[in-house]
């Protein structure tokens, strides 16, 4: 029996890369998978679906409150129950502090902070009637050292591990636990971005000499919402090779 049969799993921005990762992870030990993107890949589905387990992608902007709600009560009518989610949709719009536009600030706060906001308000009442519930937010290694040229990306990824904080304190009475991951460098589409040298010298500075890969992401989070992690809340794991420890 996998490690999380019968439970259905909400996860953000999961069309590929980490988000992808982990709706494969969770479907290959038992769970339901409603994910969501801008653009959904119905490679994706096909692929989640080919594990067995119900699996249903949904449309949407994470950073839009409204259509949040609305997606989470048809999620909540499509599966009957949330007892997983997980807030990964993420974006970067790099610049250095004198040169970042407001519209780099304000897009990336929305689309990595507020959707997580977003979310849990939407899903936490829901997980509280069942006295149950794992909420995982991705942050990231920039949230937690900081990262030149990054102030707005790694200001939103410490601000998902205080939310998780606050959420774990907020709720832990009523069965629900929030933790993040701090993944360090992953190789996905958004690190494929960097140049060359970049990705060079982020390798030379890591022990393990590897960037991560997205499945080394997909098994902290799979830990995390099992019951494998069931007396762990308020915490971060960062998974990152060494690179920040
Ligand atoms: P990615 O760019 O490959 O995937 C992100 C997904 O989020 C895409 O499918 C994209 O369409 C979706 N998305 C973007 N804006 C959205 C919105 N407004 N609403 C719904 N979906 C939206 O990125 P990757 O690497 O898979 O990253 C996933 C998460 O992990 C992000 O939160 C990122 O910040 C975090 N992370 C990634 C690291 C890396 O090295 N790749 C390192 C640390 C954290």
């Known amino acids: 029996m996998g490690l999380l049969e019968g439970k259905v799993a909400l996860i953000t921005g999961a069309s590929r890369g980490i988000g992808k990762a982990i709706a494969l ?13 801008l653009v959904v890949n119905q490679d994706t589905v096909t692929e989640i679906a080919a594990l067995g387990h119900k699996v249903k992608a949904y449309e949407s902007n994470a950073a839009d409150f409204e259509q949040t709600q609305q997606i989470v009560e048809q999620i909540l009518a499509d599966f009957g129950k949330i007892d997983i989610l997980v807030n990964n949709a993420g974006i970067t719009k790099d610049g250095l502090v004198m040169r970042m536009t407001e519209q780099q600030w304000d897009a990336v706060i929305a689309v990595n902070m507020k959707s997580a906001f977003n979310f849990m308000h939407a899903v936490v009442p829901a997980m509280a009637r069942a006295k149950s519930g794992s909420i995982i937010n991705m942050a990231s290694i920039a949230g937690q050292m900081g990262n030149p040229g990054q102030v707005n990306y790694a200001a939103t990824k410490a601000g998902l591990i205080a939310m998780a904080k606050s959420v774990a304190k907020e709720m832990g009475s009523r069965g629900i636990r929030a933790n993040a991951i701090a993944p360090g460098f992953i190789v996905s589409d958004m690190t494929n971005a960097l140049p060359e040298a970049v990705r060079e010298e982020y390798i030379k500075q890591i022990p393990l000499k590897r960037g991560g890969t997205p499945e080394d992401i997909a098994n902290a989070a799979l830990f995390l919402a099992s019951d494998l992690s069931s007396y762990i809340t308020g915490q971060v794991i960062p998974v990152n090779g060494g690179l920040y420890c």
């Open 25 to 37: 992870k969770y479907a290959a030990e038992g769970a339901d998978i409603a994910f969501t993107d």
